[in-house]
């Protein structure tokens, strides 16, 4: 049956009113960001500055070591991101195919992990990172990111494992490919989107973590990009507007770049899913 006309208007009118909305803070920060002060301070905002100005991204660098935290932030996600990704494969493969009750456990944990707020396992967590000597540090950090984004990570994957046919890997197993051969040359190409979402997921969860950054790292040198974006907020709350919004905007373009890298991969992967049979 095929759309009426009118149906098929009223989906594109919501897709673009959902993009408007998903755009509306991005392009409002850019906007801020070009800004000088006095159209800052305008009662009448407006979208387009009418003098543009690079101020704002000179005076947020002068005030504040964005490149070395950036480079933080890029340690600690892509650190994470990729043990992520290697602890959770081979965990979601055989999750998903050996159905046994520990597999129905992990599963259980799984969703269950996903309702504990973080404030709730900050303490505990402290005790633990003090003990092995990782608070103030990257690698404490790195880890506890692994640790938060595994449960997600798995979870994915596991959705990607089976969807990719059983019966690929009993043809290979019968044309003489053993185990591995069959792990690396048939399961592990069809996981690639998989892989690739589930690792962007974990860069970006990390990337724009906040609360654990913030109590787990002291100094200076070691704060990541998120925390250091509260130093442009002053000591009564009245925030550096300028500054801040071109600091905000350099801080997304990671994630963007990471996305437009992997995206093709990933839509290539929904669409491969979508007409297996």
Not at 82 to 88: E, H, Q
Not at 196 to 219: G, Q, R
Request: aromatic content about 10%; proline content about 7%; charged content about 10%.
């Amino acid at each position: 049956m095929r759309t009426r006309p009118a149906a098929r208007a009223g989906q594109y009118a919501a897709l673009l009113a959902y993009l408007i909305f998903l755009a509306f803070p991005f392009l409002w920060l850019l906007s801020t960001a070009f800004k000088p002060p006095r159209e800052l301070g305008s009662l009448h905002p407006t979208w387009i500055p009418h003098r543009p100005t690079l101020a704002n991204f000179r005076q947020a660098f002068d005030e504040q070591p964005l490149l070395h935290a950036a480079l933080n932030s890029l340690l600690a996600a892509l650190g994470a991101a990729v043990i992520a990704v290697l602890i959770a494969t081979p965990m979601a493969y055989v999750m998903a195919r050996h159905r046994t009750w520990p597999a129905r456990a992990a599963s259980g944990w799984v969703v269950v992990s996903q309702a504990f707020p973080f404030v709730l396992v900050i303490i505990p967590l402290f005790l633990v990172l003090k003990r092995l000597r990782l608070i103030d540090s990257l690698a404490g950090l790195t880890l506890v990111y692994v640790v938060w984004s595994l449960p997600f990570a798995l979870w994915m994957l596991v959705g990607y494992v089976r969807a990719v046919p059983v019966e690929l890997e009993e043809a290979a197993a019968v044309d003489g490919a053993g185990r591995l051969r069959t792990l690396v040359s048939v399961t592990a190409p069809l996981l690639a989107p998989g892989i690739a979402a589930t690792a962007l997921f974990a860069f970006v969860t990390a990337w724009n973590e906040f609360f654990f950054a913030l109590v787990l790292l002291k100094s200076p040198g070691n704060q990541t990009l998120p925390v250091v974006l509260t130093h442009f907020i002053g000591a009564e709350g009245v925030a550096d507007l300028g500054p801040l919004a071109a600091a905000a905007f350099l801080a997304t373009l990671p994630s963007l770049v990471v996305f437009a890298l992997l995206q093709r991969r990933i839509t290539g992967g929904l669409i491969a899913g979508a007409v297996k049979s």
